[in-house]
């Protein structure tokens, strides 16, 4: 990229946004949502810069600072009442951080830190805004796939992945069922499809060994 390539899309940028102010601002002054195309507009020379040098973890640092200020204005805007921006921080971080990890970012051990970071922080906030339901097993059942992908995918252990991911399905199955709908029991019909995975695994290896 250039000098002109990197001075167009930033004074084209600056004008596009300074347009869509004006119209906002002369249209509909109550309604502030030049913000919208004004977010998406900012990536235009920004990711000029960075991807074109090869700086993506400074990217997405940029782009995470610029998506968080995003949602907290459109959150104090829209929905003062509600904080719900704080749901979507720490994914959010979690990319720069990755990012600036390197070839650790691959490592057991930042799965497992990460997984560990990721269930803490939506443990306290499912125990501030929603303490009566346990939803922060949701997120919980998703990020625990991190560390059990690294680790049996390294190791090459296809079939024991298979039993400790059913394993994993089915427990999250059974409390879903029990915390959401006690008096139905639902959850077996899902386990029986999820325990065709590690059976499929272990008759699929058996023909190979004939």
Known sequence: MNKHQASFATVASVLSIL????????????????????????????????????????????????????????????????????????????????????????????????SVCTILYYAV????????????IYPAFLVLWWPLAIYFGRNKSHFTFAIVGSLLTSLFFIITNVISTANTVWAVYPIFAIL???LSMYYYGKRRSW
């Open 19 to 114: 347009f869509f102010a004006f119209i906002n601002y002369s249209t509909t002054p109550h309604d502030l949502w030049f913000i919208y195309p004004s977010f998406a507009i900012l990536q235009w020379p920004i990711s000029m810069y960075f991807l074109t040098k090869g700086k993506l973890h400074h990217y997405s640092a940029i782009t995470s600072f610029i998506l968080i200020s995003f949602l907290i204005i459109e959150n104090m805007l829209n929905s003062p009442e509600h904080i719900w921006f704080v749901f979507a921080i720490f994914p959010i971080l979690l990319w720069p951080i990755l990012m600036y990890l390197g070839k650790y970012r691959s490592a057991l051990t930042t799965a497992i830190i990460g």
């Open 125 to 136: 906030l499912n125990s501030f805004y929603a303490p009566q339901y346990l939803w922060v």
């Open 196 to 198: 065709w995975w590690p």
